[in-house]
């Protein structure tokens, strides 16, 4: 079970959390029996944050306002498909489930489901499609084809049903919740492709991030994806992209950084293994800034980034659960090899080594 942790504070207990959020008064995804009717379509209509809006407009200065329709301009939405949906008419599908939330669960004869953030249905609707866009990637990739398939299954989520500003993936009940307070978490498209990353590696790995290094990596990797992610949805529906490609959640931090720009965590940091802390989040940085490095690598060798996504996704089932730095960097590193070549593998190693991780 793993914290988006936004603070550097130690971790929080989540006992308590999914005592506090299971009980009575929770919106419940109803049954197929439910008297309601759907369109029996599986593609459908929502409104859906540009990745972030301050990534999609490049405004630093935008502001939470308590979930104001006003905060963010009109232009920072799209429209968007909504694909693979079950025709029932709510957001649950062949690789999303939007299964509970504290208000009233989206529902749409039509497929239809354009709302504004102050309408909590909105976040569902993120919720739904950023969920679906990852795993669309993923398969984009080859995962379930060519290559063995990475959490194929309708991932359950819950919206606005953690009483602070935080979120997590948890392998015990198989399900992503998002917290609010602030921005609310599911409103930033990297807050929920990174949770979604952690539902990736425990369905690589079961049991992955029983060591602090592995903690870390699993971190880092939540990170990796969300942005790369993003990039890809922008590339895909021709959104821009204001903000520094590295930087992480750049919407969700407003609420509690003062720097700009406004990022829960980079992927670019010159951290080394000296750096490191005892904290996963902290540490995570150090695994995460050489993923961005031998990205930046392959492009100069004249592969693609989605060579080198690839090639790290599919890495990850060579990874132990209590796996070391050192021992999953060689991991990557032979996938690297067998898949790219010698020039990659050494792009590889070198990207490591510059964080002092050695193999």
Known sequence: ????????????????????????????????SATKSGSGASTGTGSVFKVNPV?????????????????????QYATVQLRNLDGSGNLVGRWANVRTSTGPLAYSATNTFVYRRDDDRFEQVMAYFWVNQAQEYLQSLGFGSTLRPVNAESQD??????????????????????GKGGVDDAEDGEVIVHEYGHAVHDSQVPGFGSSLDAGSIGEAFGDYLAVTVGLDAAD?????VRTPAPCVADWDSISYTSTVPHCLRRLDTGRVLEDRRG??????????????DIRQRYVTLGFTTRDWDRTLIDSQFDYAPDTSFSDAAKATYDKALADQGPAAAKAVKDAFAARHIYF
């Open 279 to 292: 904290e996963v989040h902290f540490d995570g940085t150090i695994w995460s800034a050489a993923l961005w």
């Open 236 to 240: 895909q529906y021709g959104w821009p």
């Open 157 to 178: 989520v819950r919206i606005d049903q953690y009483g602070i500003d935080n979120s997590y993936s948890t392998s015990k009940g198989d399900f992503l919740r998002f």
């Open 1 to 32: 079970m793993t914290h988006f942790q936004k603070k550097p504070t130690a971790l929080l207990a989540t006992a308590a959390c999914l005592v506090t959020t299971c009980g009575a008064g929770l919106a419940l995804a109803p049954p197929a």
């Open 55 to 75: 990534q999609s407009s490049g405004d630093e200065s935008l502001t939470d306002q308590k979930d104001s329709a006003t905060a963010v301009p009109a232009a």
